[in-house]
Every structure is written in structure tokens, then in C-alpha cells.
């Protein structure tokens, strides 16, 4: 018997469902509030969640991440009344089972909930998974966790995959993890920097030549993708791959043949094939700078990691690992950190991600050697002025350019702060979707904002995205 909790304000819509789950023989909590309904998540173990987008009290979309940090976290069947591609996009990445568009039938509701139900019955019977390594790849925040999922089911299998991720995010880890975590395993490692191929030389440095192909080929010379044989082949950047070369490497990715410059024969090579970019391939399709047969050949699994302004929960275990590594590198002690230090890490949004992170711990730990406490004085002064910057801008928000004359006391500063910036957001808020046509996506690229922190700003405001 399942336990299924359906957190939905419209009672009518709550009746429908628990009769349904009823009617399977599982048993049914409904709740009408986000508060409500999370409460009863943390505080009893379920299996299904139906989980409306608009609320009284939060979006669904918001709670989503929290549901899913849960262990063994229910699955979670989004509804809403709302259609809207960017937010089942938002839902389907955050880890929903599924997203539905209200009204919807009892039959249309039935078929998610009865294969979500099937899954989880599968996955329970499953042997446990055997412990993965993946050395220096930190974070548990639930982006991460899809993430190592995706890696998990990956690994133990042939199939190629994609690495999608802002430079700085760890794509060549995960790239290394899956081919430490599968059967070739202690076989060639490869690396393909596309963006460092000579475009003169590119087919020679892949495909390898013989002796006399051009000039200066004074002997023969194996290609990377021999090179790879029996291991992993990674091309890192792979959107930088030129068109030309695209066409050629398809067919080897589809052969696992290929003629060297020269050679008037094949050869072989048993390669796994594991691709990262950090542009955006569809887009590149779009404009013809990509082959779509090719994408569609990289993308048997895809893995998009996260930018690191998007799992700041993570940050303080990434300090924590690099600073234990970087201590044992110079020889310096263990060192304890003011909690400013920390604050002024997660305030910052990290442009260049994990990597700039380790480089901000490595010049923090260099600064203070002799010192026993890191503090934010430590960290690189480009960061620091970066929050200066930001927090200066932010309390100069907050001062309106007239005060309104009143026979009433003044209100506290701090009242009469928060009612300016309320005011202020409001007005950004409504030049911002003006601006953006109503566009979620552009609105979000404009403001910098994540598409759930808009959307509760949207709700607080009570601003409709079509005006």
C-alpha cells in the first residue's frame, strides 16, 4: 500500500484525487498550504507527491528541490492551471516525474501515478549499487544528486555522453568519474581539447598519418582516437569541433573505423565516447554551426551540471575538501575560518564556478600562512569589491528621492527600508516583464535571476506574466 500526499489549495481538486488513490487501494494526505504539506513530507515517509504550482503560501516549483533533498525522496507529479513550457522544463529538471496541465481527467492523472507507483516498486528491488568513486567531485545539494544519478546509470554501460555545464563546473571530472566507474576502467583516458586543435592539424591529430603524408611526417603517428582503444575518448568542448570534421567523426563514431592521413586502410578503434561543451548545441544546430545527426549520436545520456550560484548549499563542503587538500599541498596547518569568510563566499555568484572557488581558497590559505584564522579580508580583491559594489547598490535601492510629508510619527528606519524596497522591486519587477516580452527565460537571462526566485517575486507582487 502506497502513502500519497496531494498538496493542492482547490478542495475540489483534492477530493478527486484521494478518491482515486483510494479506489487503488493506497491511502491519501492532502494539505492546502506549502507549509501544511511539507510538514507532513518531513514528518511521515510517502511515495507519491502531487504537488500543485500555485499556492497560497509559495510556488510548488520552490518546494520541488526541498522535496527531493528528502532520503529516498517520494516521487513528485507536478499539476498546475498555468501552462508554462519554461516551468515543466524547470519541474522535469528538479526531478519531477512528471508535470500536468489542469483540468486534466481522472484517466489522465491515473496513468503518471500508476507507472510512478511501478517504478518505485522496481527500484526497491533492485540490487544495491555498488559505491562509485569520483574523486574531487563535491556537493550533495538534489541538482548534484540527479547528477550522479545520470553518472551511475551511465557508467556501467557503452553508450556516449554529454557534458553540458558553464566553464569551471567540473565537466572533465565527470567526465573521468564515468570512465573510472565502468568496465574500462584502467584503460586510456583521452583527452580531446577542441578548442586547442589546429584546424590544419586536426584530422592528423585525431586520425593520426603515416610517414611522408606531408611534410615533416618523418615516421607514423597514431591519432587520439586510436589512442583511445579499448578506453574512453573525451572531447572536451566538442561544440569547437569544426564542421568539417564533424562529418568525418560521425562515421568513426558510428564505425569505430577510420583511415589515417595517408593510409590506404582502416584501422580499428574500440572507443567510448563521453563529450562536454559549455555553449548550447541546439542553439548551434539552429544556426547550422553543429550537426544535428551528430548531436543526436553524442546525447545518449546527457548530464547538465549546474552552475555554482545554483547549489550555494555545496560551498561550504567544496571549502571545507579544498582547503584540506591545498593545506597538505604547502604544508600549512589546519586553519579555522571567521563565519564571515564563509558569508562573503556565499554571497558572491561565482562567474567562474568551482574553479574560480578553489583559486579564491588558494589565494585565501596563501594570504594567511602564518595565521591561524581565515577571514574576508583574505579573499581575492576583486571579490571583495564585488560585494562591496553590490551591497552599496542594494542600500541605495532603498532611499526614495522624496519623503512624503505626514502629521503621523515617522515610521522605524528599518519599516520605512523595507517598504521602499518592496516598492522598488514591484516597479523593477513590471519594467522587467515589460521589457522582456512576457518572457520567462529572457526575463530570468535580463535580471539574473533563477526562474523559481522569479516567480515567487512574481507571486509576492501579484504580477501576472501577461499584464
Not at 75 to 92: F, H, K, N, S
Not at 420 to 442: C, F, H, T, V
Request: hydrophobic content about 40%; some cysteine; glycine content about 6%.
Amino acid at each position: 500500500m502506497a502513502q500519497v500526499m496531494i498538496i493542492d489549495d482547490d478542495a475540489t481538486m483534492c477530493d478527486m484525487l484521494s478518491s482515486m488513490v483510494h479506489r487503488l487501494g493506497h491511502e491519501a494526505s492532502s494539505a492546502v498550504t506549502v507549509r501544511d504539506g511539507l510538514k507532513q513530507i518531513f514528518s511521515k515517509s510517502f511515495d507519491i507527491v502531487f504537488l500543485d504550482i500555485r499556492l497560497p503560501d509559495g510556488s510548488g516549483l520552490d518546494v520541488l528541490p526541498r522535496i527531493r533533498e528528502i532520503p529516498s525522496p517520494p516521487e513528485v507529479i507536478i499539476m498546475t492551471g498555468y501552462g508554462d513550457p519554461d516551468g515543466a522544463e524547470l519541474a522535469i529538471k528538479n526531478g519531477a516525474w512528471d508535470y500536468i496541465e489542469k483540468p486534466s481527467s481522472i484517466k489522465e492523472m491515473m496513468l503518471p501515478f500508476m507507472r510512478a507507483l511501478q517504478y518505485r516498486e522496481e527500484k526497491r528491488a533492485r540490487k544495491p549499487a555498488v559505491a562509485l568513486k569520483w574523486e574531487g567531485i563535491i556537493g550533495a545539494s538534489p541538482r548534484m544528486r540527479q547528477c550522479f544519478d545520470i553518472l551511475a546509470q551511465s557508467a556501467n554501460s557503452d553508450a556516449s555522453v554529454l557534458i553540458n555545464g558553464e566553464t569551471g563546473t567540473g565537466k572533465e571530472l565527470f567526465a573521468r568519474a564515468i570512465h573510472e566507474n565502468s568496465p574500462r576502467a584502467g584503460k586510456n583516458f583521452v583527452v580531446v581539447d577542441c578548442t586547442a586543435l589546429p584546424k590544419t592539424l586536426v584530422e592528423s591529430t585525431l586520425f593520426g598519418y603515416e610517414k611522408g603524408a606531408f611534410t615533416g611526417a618523418d615516421k607514423d603517428q597514431d591519432g587520439l582516437v586510436r589512442q583511445a582503444h579499448g578506453g574512453t575518448l573525451f572531447l572536451d568542448e566538442v561544440g569547437e569541433l569544426p564542421l568539417v570534421i564533424q562529418k568525418a567523426f560521425l562515421r568513426v563514431l558510428q564505425e569505430h573505423r577510420f583511415r589515417p592521413v595517408g593510409s590506404k586502410k582502416e584501422l580499428e578503434s574500440d572507443f567510448r565516447l563521453v563529450a562536454a561543451t559549455n555553449r548550447n548545441l541546439d542553439e548551434m544546430v539552429q544556426l547550422r554551426h553543429f550537426r544535428r545527426d551528430l548531436l543526436f549520436r553524442l546525447q545518449t545520456f546527457v548530464i547538465d551540471l549546474p552552475p555554482l550560484r545554483e547549489r550555494k548549499e555545496d560551498i561550504r563542503e567544496l571549502v571545507m575538501y579544498h582547503m584540506a587538500k591545498l593545506s597538505e599541498r604547502y604544508g600549512i596547518g589546519t586553519k579555522g575560518f571567521a563565519p564571515e569568510f564563509l558569508d562573503s563566499l556565499v554571497a558572491y555568484e561565482w562567474p567562474g564556478n568551482v574553479r574560480e572557488l578553489v583559486n579564491a581558497v588558494e589565494r585565501a590559505l596563501t594570504m594567511a600562512r602564518h595565521e591561524p584564522t581565515l577571514f574576508a579580508k583574505h579573499l581575492p580583491t576583486h571579490i571583495r569589491i564585488s560585494l562591496a559594489r553590490a551591497a552599496v547598490t542594494k542600500e541605495n535601492t532603498t532611499v526614495p528621492k522624496e519623503t512624503p510629508v505626514s502629521a503621523n510619527p515617522l515610521p522605524t528606519l528599518k519599516t520605512f527600508r523595507d517598504s521602499a524596497l518592496q516598492e522598488s522591486e514591484r516597479q523593477y519587477l513590471e519594467d522587467l516583464m515589460s521589457i522582456a516580452g512576457s518572457n520567462i527565460k529572457e526575463a530570468c537571462r535580463i535580471s539574473g535571476l533563477s526562474r523559481p526566485r522569479l516567480y515567487a517575486l512574481m507571486k509576492k507582487y501579484r504580477i501576472s506574466r501577461y499584464g
